[in-house]
């Protein structure tokens, strides 16, 4: 089983302001075929960690490490991550003009696993999954993301999951702007890929409601660049009702 160990991660980022520090020391254990949501207020650094772990050329990796299975995750190229199983999906999907999706998904397939799967099995594999999704099945021919709704987005972010078996997924608030079926939907979509793949997720999100769906081993609360508290699916249910002023009094100024 594999295991994704982040070791006292520090990241900054170039501003016009000068250097500005956002991970302060981040310890998190992802164990595959676990799911551990992180939950924190905005501006915590929540989504640089899943960039950080993505390989985003723009987040300085000032000290710290995240190993895979004892391999230094830091040290890889961007595509070397995705070869190695790691898979993000993000916050706000990017557009891609002039590729479809059944392209881009077909040329990350080909990729990440180092040749090009077979073509039968892979439509019906797409066809498949797309309709697990409820997309319909004009999205393959529609350019990545281009005019796609929010939930559409999103929803193919989880496609992408299903179809390139990571061993392990950030999923960075991929529940934001869902309506109730589609959120039932997507999280069906993740409990799939883990059932299927033994897939471990870090699943970032602002709201319990998903973690109805998502049943979370782990809950960590983000405070100010770093993991302030670990407990079990209740420590969700305190954070809805208390939110984080309890975290926040040793940092805040003024
Ligand atoms: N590229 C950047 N340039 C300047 N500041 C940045 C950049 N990326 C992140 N930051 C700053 O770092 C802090 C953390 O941002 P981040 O997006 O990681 O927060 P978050 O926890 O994901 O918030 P949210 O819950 O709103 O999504 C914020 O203050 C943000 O403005
Ligand atoms: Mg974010």
Redesign the pocket.
Known sequence: MSTLVINDLHVS???DQGT?H?LKGVDLTLEQGSIHAIM????????????TIAGHP??HVESGSVKLDGEEVLDMSVDARARAGIFLAM?YPVEIPGVTVSNFLRTAKTAIDGEAPALRPWLKEIRGSMEALRMDKTFAERNVNEGFSGGEKKRHEILQLELLKPRFAVL??TDSGLDVDALKIVSEGVNRAKANTGLGVLL?T?YTRILRYIHPDFVHV?VD?RVAEEGGPELADRLENEGYDRYLTGTSVG
């Open positions: 980022v170039e501003t500005k956002i924190g207020p905005n501006g915590s650094g929540k989504s640089t960690l899943a960039y723009k987040y916050q960075d608030e970032i602002h983000f660049g």
